[in-house]
């Protein structure tokens, strides 16, 4: 597509020398699982996040699964989560026998809504079958940052464990730190389309409690301690390989680069959209405070969307939604008793969102070139202007 929804090229081609020179290395070295790639990402990855442990893990998923694990979320549990996101986000929970609770949205930023959260905190208490609730998790959707204060003092108000899906939001910031570093575990994704993102999957939990960090590192070994052969409990096979480890670590100093590139980005969309006075009709993600959104796509709320998508198309214009089916409304869940109608801002947000093209790289003749295609559409029954 003259502009595609994302291409890696531009960020990964200034880099190839450097990465195949990385990935040779560990070809020559013949230590393909675990050894020192593995160390030297972890460690620079708890560096750049200032955090005490990271743990590299074969996906986002993985990572938030393993998570739950080493909190001992499981049957008889309770875990308050958004019904807008990837659908690991609540397949987690239910692999470890717990109960997603699903709150609505700010309808502002289609995070978690705090206020929808503690409705949910309570409503879970009451749920037959449901000893505790036992954790929170926010995902930082597309970039932006939940409230974590308010959902942060919610966790401590009802003792909860505040576990971060960072899986969209690589190098976002929160009042100063890290975000994934607010909870006790942080769950980050590297799918080659991530801020930070690798050949394949792969992903890592990060944690300032060194004991949850150990018992992660033991989690993704099948439970194995320090003797071979012997499992303390029951956990997968989590690993991240090396070769992936050693691409992610030459691309993780250029992260804060990368970013600059994608506020600028949204930037260009924001004047764009605004210059053609389209503001009505797409409505563009809201800004936050500076490193609060760092923008793992540009996500416009727009009505005929399917109608526009195919207009972009014809013109050679790549989009993407996400999600078109929100989580309580997915058919593997319908044992939770989920109805149309029951999340409302969430139902709302899957029938009108749409990422626009937005990748490091990306052009401003290509951004000018979405935006006219954009004016260029009229729905059936809109007015020309």
């Given at each position: 597509m003259p502009v595609p929804s994302f291409d890696p090229r531009a960020q990964n081609e200034p880099l190839l020398a450097e990465i195949k020179a990385a990935v040779a290395r560990v070809l020559e070295s013949g230590r393909y699982i675990g050894g020192d790639e593995v160390v030297r990402f972890e460690e620079a990855l708890a560096r750049h996040l200032a955090v005490a442990g990271a743990v590299a893990l074969s996906s986002g998923s993985d990572a938030l699964l393993a998570a739950l694990l080493a909190l001992d979320v499981g049957p008889g549990d309770a875990v308050v989560t958004t019904p807008f996101s990837y659908f690991a986000t609540a397949a987690a929970i239910v692999r470890v026998g717990a109960r997603p609770l699903f709150a609505d949205l700010d309808p502002a930023t289609l995070t978690l809504d705090p206020a929808q959260v503690e409705a949910a905190i309570e409503r879970?208490?009451?749920?037959?079958?449901?000893?505790?609730?036992?954790?929170?998790?926010?995902?930082?959707?597309?970039?932006?940052?939940?409230?974590?204060?308010?959902?942060?003092?919610?966790?401590?108000?009802?003792?909860?464990?505040?576990?971060?899906?960072?899986?969209?939001?690589?190098?976002?910031?929160?009042?100063?730190?890290?975000?994934g570093t607010h909870g006790r575990i942080g769950c980050f994704s590297f799918y080659p389309t991530k801020n930070l993102g690798g050949f394949g999957d792969g992903g890592a939990a990060v944690s300032d409690d060194r004991a949850l960090t150990e018992r992660l590192r033991r989690l993704r070994q099948h439970g194995q301690g320090s003797a071979p052969y012997e499992h303390l409990e029951v956990g997968g096979n989590f690993r991240l390989d090396a070769l992936q480890c050693a691409a992610l670590a030459v691309k993780l100093p250029h992260v804060a680069r990368w970013q600059q590139q994608r506020l600028a980005l949204a930037e260009l969309y924001r004047a764009a959209l605004r210059s053609r006075g389209?503001?009505?009709?797409?409505?563009?993600?809201?800004?936050?405070?500076?490193?609060?959104?760092?923008?793992?796509?540009?996500?416009?709320?727009?009505?005929?969307?399917?109608?526009?998508?195919?207009?972009?198309?014809?013109?050679?214009?790549?989009?993407?939604?996400?999600?078109?089916?929100?989580?309580?409304?997915?058919?593997?869940?319908?044992?939770?008793?989920?109805?149309?109608?029951?999340?409302?801002?969430?139902?709302?947000?899957?029938?009108?969102?749409?990422?626009?093209?937005?990748f490091p790289g990306m052009t401003a003749d290509a951004v000018d070139e979405v935006v006219a295609a954009l004016a260029s559409f009229k729905p059936v029954g809109m007015a020309d202007g």
């Open positions: 879970g208490k009451r749920l037959p079958g449901v000893r505790r609730v036992a954790a929170l998790l926010p995902v930082h959707l597309f970039g932006r940052v939940a409230d974590l204060a308010r959902l942060g003092e919610l966790s401590e108000r009802h003792g909860l464990a505040l576990v971060e899906d960072v899986a969209q939001a690589f190098g976002a910031r929160y009042r100063g730190r890290a975000a389209l503001e009505s009709f797409v409505v563009a993600p809201t800004p936050a405070p500076l490193g609060e959104h760092v923008y793992h796509q540009f996500v416009v709320r727009v009505p005929a969307r399917e109608a526009l998508r195919a207009h972009l198309a014809a013109r050679g214009i790549g989009s993407a939604v996400y999600y078109p089916t929100p989580l309580h409304l997915q058919p593997s869940l319908r044992p939770l008793g989920g109805r149309p109608g029951d999340l409302p801002v969430a139902e709302q947000a899957a029938r009108e969102v749409l990422a626009l093209p937005f």
